[in-house]
Structures are given as structure tokens and as C-alpha cells.
């Protein structure tokens, strides 16, 4: 299983790069059986607040994680791609038993084996991953799995990143109607996908319900604003990822970093304005350092706060 510290390396090895451009619950019976995936779906009109699954003590029982995970506050968890049986059934039974949700889970292949490599072998060990990564949503009941479609680097140009991930990614639909499960391309610091409209653009040219945008607010901070690609995106995004950034003194890349909620440069009012414009009202999931119950609880509340606007 790929740990989690992985994706924050990334993120420290790429933050000289300019970043790159990556709710819903169950849908009526009737768009199930009609081949369409759930549609977002509202929780008393709102937002419904998730907290990434590596955040929780890792000293704990999986059991004992998501208990926590109800009592600060929290509606629902994401997890990550775990290729054990045995493990994820563990995580399933203790989901269930504190009654928490898994609502999307976090594909952990797509970093060593970006689908948009030019290497047949390293494709397809990122497409067996996004392949556990599918069954781990449907075996949990989540209908949504985070994707990073491709990295351009010096052996792979941004023409390239597009067409091969696209390519690859086409051969995944067919599962991920069969399991109703959504894809969602996040934004990350890939040097791919820079801007809303190309997010926008890459997704519509799958011509699919089951391919959207899982959208991070704190990622975009470096090279535009959440709010604009929130407006852009609209209803293509399937899910939401919270973290705060923060630019610093003289800024540089080498001073830019995350920051806990409300402790960095992102207008919260304008993203929960945002949010609301487009009818947004499905998991928004926190993405920071892992911490201890009171730690949990305070990022609980800030939620309430800076998202749901309580």
C-alpha cells in the first residue's frame, strides 16, 4: 500500500513547478438502474464534512480511528487504495460498526506509475492500482476514487500527459459503471492541467458521467484562485478536498507552504460562496498533517467555520 508521505514528497519535490490542474451520494434507484452514476445529493441542503483516513492516529485500532472520527465531528472518511483483502475488510467492518461512511477513497499508484508514462510496464501497474483502488470503493460502499491522470516531465511533454492518460484512462470506464463508482481528476503539482478551463476541457472530452473533477482547494492557491475554479468546474466536480496555503513574506517557492485551515491566503468566504453558486453540496474532505483528538475536533470546528459557514 503506498503511505501517504509519498504524496506530500511529491508535493515538496514539484512546489518550484507551477502546480498543475486534481458530491456525490447515492443516486435514486432509478438512475442506478438506468446506468448513470449517483448524482450529488444533498445532506440537509449542506456540505457534508470528511477527514482523509492517514489523518486519524495510526497508534489506533482502524475500529478505534473511525469512533474518533465520529466523535469530533466528522460525517464521513476517505480512504486509500489498500491491496490486503484481509485489511480492507477490517477497515469496512469498522466503518460500519461506528456508523461513518467511506465516501471516496485516495488511489495510491499514480505517483511511481503515472498512467501518462511511455513505459507499457509502469501503465500497467498504475492501472491495476486504479483497479483496487475501484473495488476498495465499491467493497466500502464509496462512490468515488481520486485520481492524478498524468505528470509531464522531461520524458513526457503536456501533449503527450493528455493523450496517453486519456487513453488509459477510457479502458477504466467500463468498471467504473459496473461498480458505480466515480473518477475524479484531481489537481495537483504535476505541471499538467494548469488552469480551470483545461480541467474543465480534459474532463468533458471523456464524454462520460463517470468521469469528473475532484477538486482541492489549497492546491490551486499557488497559480490562481479556488473560487474561480470552482465557478469554472461547477457541477463536473465530484468531490472536494480542504487545506489552506499559505504564500508567506516575500514569497518564493521555496517559502510557500500548508498551513492548517484559516491559517493561510485562501478566501474561505469567497470558496463557500463558490460552492454554494454551483449547488455544491456533497463530501468536503480535510487533507493536512494527522493529529490527536483535540487537534481533530479544533479542524472539526473549523470546518463548521470556514466551510459550512456555522
Known amino acids: 500500500m503506498k503511505q501517504h508521505s509519498s504524496r506530500r514528497d511529491f508535493l515538496k519535490i ?57 466523535d469530533v465531528g466528522f460525517e464521513a472518511v476517505e480512504g486509500q487504495t489498500v491491496t490486503d483483502p484481509k485489511e480492507a475488510e477490517e477497515i469496512k467492518k469498522a466503518a460500519d460498526d461506528a456508523k461513518v461512511r467511506i465516501h471516496s477513497v485516495m488511489n495510491m499508484a499514480h505517483w511511481d506509475n503515472p498512467l501518462s ?12 492500482g486504479m483497479k483496487t483502488s475501484l473495488h476498495n470503493a465499491k467493497l466500502w460502499g464509496a462512490d468515488a476514487v481520486l485520481l492524478v491522470p498524468g505528470v ?22 467500463p468498471l467504473a459503471e459496473e461498480l458505480k463508482v466515480v473518477i475524479g481528476m484531481e489537481e495537483v503539482w504535476n505541471k499538467f492541467l ?52 499559505k504564500m508567506g513574506k516575500g514569497w518564493s517557492p521555496v517559502t510557500a507552504n ?17 460552492l454554494a453558486d454551483v449547488g455544491y453540496t456533497g463530501y468536503a474532505t480535510t487533507e493536512l498533517e494527522a493529529g490527536d483528538e483535540a487537534y481533530l475536533r479544533d479542524l472539526s470546528k473549523r470546518v463548521d467555520k470556514l466551510v459550512l459557514g456555522l
Not at 160 to 172: F, G, H, P, V
Not at 213 to 229: I, K, L, R, T
Open 194 to 245: 494548469l488552469s480551470p478551463l483545461e480541467m474543465a476541457k480534459y474532463v468533458d472530452e471523456f464524454k462520460s458521467p463517470w468521469i469528473k473533477a475532484y477538486f482541492d482547494v489549497g492546491n490551486v492557491v499557488f497559480y490562481g484562485y479556488p473560487q474561480d475554479w470552482i465557478h469554472t468546474l461547477g457541477n463536473r466536480i465530484v468531490r472536494v478536498h480542504l487545506k489552506d496555503f
Open 14 to 70: 514539484s512546489v518550484s513547478a507551477v502546480c498543475a490542474a486534481p458530491l456525490a451520494s447515492l443516486g435514486s434507484a432509478a438512475a442506478t438502474l438506468a446506468g448513470t452514476p449517483p448524482a450529488p445529493a444533498p445532506a440537509a441542503g449542506r456540505i457534508k464534512k470528511a477527514v482523509q483516513i492517514y489523518m486519524l492516529p495510526k497508534q489506533l485500532s482502524y475500529a478505534d480511528r473511525f469512533k474518533m472520527a465520529r
Open 117 to 128: 508514462s511511455s513505459d507499457p510496464a509502469v501503465v500497467q501497474k498504475s492501472l491495476d
Open 152 to 173: 509531464v516531465n522531461p520524458e513526457t511533454s503536456y501533449k503527450d500527459a493528455w493523450t496517453r492518460s486519456q487513453k488509459e484512462i477510457r479502458t477504466l470506464i
Open 258 to 274: 500548508f498551513v492548517n485551515l484559516g491559517d493561510g491566503d485562501i478566501d474561505w468566504a469567497a470558496v463557500r460562496k463558490a
